[in-house]
């Protein structure tokens, strides 16, 4: 527990008034000598273990680094069909990276070189998409910037990564069925020394996957359009690719739970009965300032980072909300995400509060930002429509940017039904909704868009210049048109 040492070295740091308080709280009660020996001696060391193996049942392996170099990250990831019981019972050829589901996590420092060593196994020709890292366009994984990576062959990906946060990777052709089928992994980049400790880590990635009652995988295409138009969610709901894994915790204890969304059209809302959650961070890293929440939405392809300090009480089971995307009066029972075991053991103390600031966070300085609108929209029948952007539902909208220079998009979605908005290769900040600025400043790249709110986003463009794609990341919602370009030209 690496972050223990860190809060030991704060506690240190933040000088005995704090803890000369503490220490006289407990000495009413118990101890009276202890304010004896003056201030510093009588501190009590933080106790902040986590209970024995609190997640092993869940806890994702990192990618092996093949570079001995300290700031370069060397990963081999190879795509393959591969058997794994994901429903107790029985076998499911699932589509993987590194023979596992989800695939191994990579993880690196801000500022690092990451170089994947890529090599395609599948039956088909694949690519690799690193969503929400500010990388070359060359690097982005999708068809309008790179050449599919056939069966067999490989590719190698090299970029730096500029910015600390939860992200995630995953194949950007035929992305719905190629997701929906195993293919994604998470991708961490911590900062290069990080000030505060925020909890002990817990990577979360949610996800789904249909298997049929046989254990074959469901087809990529079920239900056809109806499939298309409504998103494909899985039989099967995942978390770090098992049904209903078991985290364990201590009151006092604190956990950074750091939440993807990985699913090809599920919205995940969750909550903890019991205990309080703080948001602290979003797609692109640690937010302003932290958030407390009652509960969590996040979209596909979305992320956040959650601080949960347990207090005493029960073990829960951790439902899964209905985030109704459809906006339907009736909301659907919940189901059940995960298990939180509160262990019966003397609470842990010590945990130093969350710093009132995590993170500077500049605005964006919009003086004559050129604007732009962005409308999802569908056409057609009831029963066929199809999906599209500015009235083009053929993936052929391509709006164009000048590099380093800030655009304000406005979202705005004219269909029944949510919609996810994603950006490749620049974040965002949300400028407001309906006119109403967002509590807290953040980065984003994907953010949800629903029937008739006005969203207004800045986005602040580097000099990468090349083709990005922007699209709803209900992937099947991107396949049947919701999906259009941005030509970023020097
Ligand atoms: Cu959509």
Same mark, same amino acid.
Request: aromatic share 8%.
């Given at each position: 527990?690496?972050?223990?040492?860190?809060?030991l &070295?704060?506690? !240190?740091?933040?000088?005995?008034?704090?803890?000369?308080?503490?220490?006289?709280?407990?000495?009413? @009660?118990?101890?009276?000598?202890?304010?004896?020996?003056?201030?510093?001696?009588?501190?009590?060391?933080?106790?902040l273990?986590? +209970?024995?193996?609190?997640?092993?049942?869940?806890?994702?392996?990192?990618?092996?680094?093949?570079? +001995?170099?300290?700031?370069?990250?060397?990963?081999?990831?190879?795509?393959?069909?591969?058997?794994?019981?994901?429903?107790?019972?029985?076998?499911?050829?699932?589509?993987?990276?590194?023979?596992?589901?989800?695939?191994?996590?990579?993880?690196?420092?801000?500022?690092?070189?990451?170089?994947?060593?890529f090599?395609?196994?599948?039956?088909?020709?694949?690519?690799?998409?690193?969503?929400?890292?500010?990388?070359?366009a060359?690097?982005?994984?999708?068809?309008?910037?790179?050449? +599919?990576?056939?069966?067999?062959?490989?590719?190698?990906y090299?970029?730096?990564?500029?910015?600390?946060?939860?992200?995630?990777?995953?194949?950007?052709?035929?992305?719905?069925?190629?997701?929906?089928?195993?293919?994604?992994?998470?991708?961490?980049?911590?900062?290069a020394?990080?000030?505060?400790?925020?909890?002990?880590?817990?990577?979360?990635?949610?996800?789904?996957?249909?298997?049929?009652?046989?254990?074959?995988?469901?087809?990529?295409?079920?239900?056809?359009? @109806?499939?298309?138009?409504?998103?494909?969610?899985? &039989?099967?709901?995942?978390?770090?690719?098992?049904?209903?894994?078991?985290?364990?915790?201590?009151?006092?204890?604190?956990?950074?739970?750091?939440?993807?969304?990985?699913?090809?059209?599920?919205?995940?809302?969750?909550?903890?009965?019991?205990?309080?959650?703080?948001?602290?961070? !979003?797609?692109g890293?640690?937010l302003?300032?932290?958030?407390?929440?009652?509960?969590?939405?996040?979209?596909?392809?979305e992320?956040?980072?959650?601080?949960?300090?347990?207090?005493?009480?029960?073990?829960?089971v951790?439902?899964?909300?209905?985030?109704?995307?459809?906006?339907?009066?009736?909301?659907?029972e919940?189901?059940?995400?995960?298990?939180?075991e509160?262990?019966?053991e003397?609470?842990?103390?010590?945990?130093?509060?969350?710093?009132?600031?995590?993170a500077?966070?500049?605005?964006?300085d919009?003086?004559?930002?050129r604007?732009?609108?962005?409308?999802?929209?569908?056409?057609?029948?009831?029963?066929?429509?199809?999906?599209?952007?500015?009235?083009?539902?053929?993936?052929?909208?391509?709006?164009?940017?000048?590099?380093?220079?800030?655009?304000?998009?406005?979202?705005?979605?004219?269909?029944?039904?949510?919609?996810?908005?994603?950006?490749? !290769?620049?974040?965002?900040?949300?400028?407001?909704i309906?006119?109403?600025?967002?509590?807290?400043?953040?980065?984003?790249?994907?953010?949800?868009?629903?029937?008739?709110?006005?969203?207004?986003?800045?986005?602040?463009?580097?000099d990468?210049?090349?083709?990005?794609? @922007?699209?709803?990341?209900?992937l099947?919602?991107?396949?049947?048109?919701?999906?259009?370009m941005?030509?970023l030209?020097?």
């Open positions: 527990m690496r972050w223990i040492g860190r809060a &070295s704060r506690a !240190g740091r933040k000088g005995c008034v704090s803890w000369a308080r503490r220490a006289a709280e407990i000495a009413v @009660f118990l101890l009276p000598v202890i304010l004896l020996g003056g201030c510093g001696d009588e501190e009590e060391p933080p106790d273990r986590q +209970p024995a193996g609190w997640d092993d049942a869940l806890r994702l392996p990192d990618a092996e680094d093949h570079d +001995p170099a300290p700031d370069v990250v060397e990963v081999h990831l190879e795509a393959r069909v591969v058997a794994l019981e994901v429903v107790p019972g029985l076998m499911t050829e699932v589509w993987t990276y590194n023979g596992m589901l989800p695939g191994p996590t990579i993880r690196a420092r801000r500022g690092d070189r990451v170089v994947v060593k090599e395609n196994h599948l039956p088909e020709a694949t690519t690799v998409h690193w969503h929400g890292l500010r990388v070359p060359a690097m982005d994984g999708t068809e309008h910037m790179q050449k +599919p990576i056939e069966p067999g062959e490989g590719f190698e090299s970029f730096i990564v500029p910015d600390a946060g939860t992200f995630w990777y995953h194949p950007h052709l035929r992305s719905s069925a190629q997701v929906g089928a195993g293919l994604y992994g998470a991708f961490v980049v911590e900062e020394a990080e000030e505060a400790p925020l909890g002990d880590e817990l990577l979360l990635v949610m996800s789904d996957i249909d298997i049929e009652e046989d254990g074959s995988l469901g087809p990529s295409d079920s239900s056809g359009w @109806f499939g298309d138009y409504f998103g494909r969610e899985g &039989s099967t709901v995942l978390v770090n690719g098992k049904i209903l894994p078991t985290v364990a915790a201590r009151a006092g204890v604190p956990q950074r739970w750091r939440v993807v969304n990985a699913a090809r059209a599920r919205y995940f809302r969750f909550a903890v009965p019991g205990q309080p959650l703080v948001q602290i961070g !979003g797609d890293g640690l302003e300032s932290p958030l407390p929440v009652d509960d969590v939405t996040l979209v596909p392809g992320r956040a980072e959650l601080y949960m300090l347990p207090v005493e009480g029960e073990s829960v951790i439902p899964r909300l209905d985030a109704n995307r459809f906006h339907l009066p009736k909301v659907e919940p189901g059940d995400l995960m298990r939180l509160l262990v019966d003397p609470p842990g103390h010590g945990a130093p509060p969350l710093p009132a600031r995590l500077e966070i500049a605005s964006i919009t003086a004559g930002a604007g732009q609108p962005v409308e999802f929209m569908e056409q057609g029948d009831p029963g066929g429509a199809v999906l599209g952007i500015n009235g083009q539902t053929d993936g052929s909208l391509t709006l164009s940017a000048q590099t380093n220079t800030v655009e304000i998009w406005t979202l705005t979605n004219a269909t029944n039904y949510d919609h996810p908005f994603h950006l490749h !290769g620049f974040s965002f900040q949300v400028l407001d309906d006119g109403v600025a967002p509590p807290v400043r953040a980065w984003h790249d994907t953010i949800n868009t629903v029937p008739g709110e006005t969203l207004r986003i800045a986005i602040p463009f580097d990468r210049a090349g083709m990005w794609m @922007f699209h709803c990341h209900i099947d919602h991107a396949d049947l048109g919701m999906m259009a941005l030509h030209m020097p």
